[in-house]
């Protein structure tokens, strides 16, 4: 089954948190945007995809239509494992990470959309033989700076259900805000985003040490240093996440062998959809590794989040983005209940599509 058309299509919505505006990447974000793939195949079968996203989304277009585009069209969608294998070594002179690779994640996921729809099952049917029917979920605040802002926007997680919170703090004082609001019977990781060198994360790792974090994420500038990764995991009895920025699969593997991260971190928009993520994910298990996977998305890229994680039991948890969007894209579906968890949609393939109305309204 030929694919016919693909189209990259941005929404930026509005939105709402408990701080002020504020962003990543040196801007402040007034709406969210998101990257969708759209897919359609000569029966008239279309599949949805997501690809990263934000600020880069202009590259990520450009990537999609002059480089990507031009070699999936006119190609059979129905073997995509061919298809993303031949896609990703022609193109890996382009780079095996940013808009190549990006576009390659959209495109993929729209292609494991189209497979469910043509089998009449959900993606993590395809997956798994007994997937999962909910998810625990965490909720994931930006970056709100004052501690009585952090408090304020705990109580309201725990209101929601939340049974774990991440932050996105760079100090103490934040940190110590939330665990006093929230206790010590919810689980608290902290994503630094690669602010502090080896010496620096040595330094604040210890002082979080009472806070009884889950997790410490990327507390090392670069991302790439992994020898000052280990010693900071040698130095403070502290556990690591990592992973946003691994570009793929490859990328993965020789760490799985080692003992300095807990959590892997896989973002299936960013390292090469759900075919490349599947891989992390099945190394991981062999190796008996957890994965908590990066997804603050809205768009097809939480569901078929959702979907690995009904898949793959090494997935503890659905990282959801601390903020209210004035529509979602998918309604209901993909949001999180009042126990704490999300319902895998049991549609065929992604198990929703985007609602037009809103994609009509909040499209660039």
Known sequence: MKITAIETIQVSIPYQHEGPLTGFGGTVWSKLSYLLIRVETEDGLVGWGEAFGY????????????????????????????????????????????????????????????????????????LAQEPRSSVPAYKSFMRLQQPDIVSRACERAIRQGYQSIKLHEITVEAVAAARKTIGDEIGLTLDVNCEWSAEEAIRMANQLLPYKLKWLEEPVWPPEDMTGLARLRNAVDIPLALGENLANAWSFFPLLDEGVVDYFQPSVTK?????????????????????????????????????????????????????????????????????????????????????????ERYRV
């Open 271 to 359: 390292m090469g959809g759900i075919s490349e993520f599947s891989l992390v994910a099945q190394a991981a298990a062999r190796h008996e590794r957890k994965l908590a996977p990066h997804s603050p998305y809205f768009g097809p890229g939480l569901l078929a989040t959702l979907h690995l994680a009904a898949a793959f039991p090494n997935i503890g948890g659905i990282e959801i983005f601390g903020v209210d969007l004035d529509r979602p894209l998918f309604g209901a579906v993909g949001t999180v209940g009042s126990d704490g968890s999300i319902a895998i949609p049991l549609g065929p393939g992604l198990g929703c599509d985007p609602d037009p109305e809103v994609i």
């Open 55 to 126: 600020n880069a989304i202009a590259a990520s277009i450009a990537a999609m239509e002059t480089v990507v585009k031009p070699m999936a069209l006119g190609k059979d969608a129905t073997d995509f494992a061919t298809l993303m294998a031949g896609l990703k070594k022609s193109l890996h002179l382009f780079g095996r990470s940013g808009p190549v690779q990006y576009a390659l994640s959209g495109l993929d996921i729209a292609l494991w959309d189209l497979a469910g729809k043509r089998a009449g099952k959900p993606v993590a049917g395809l």
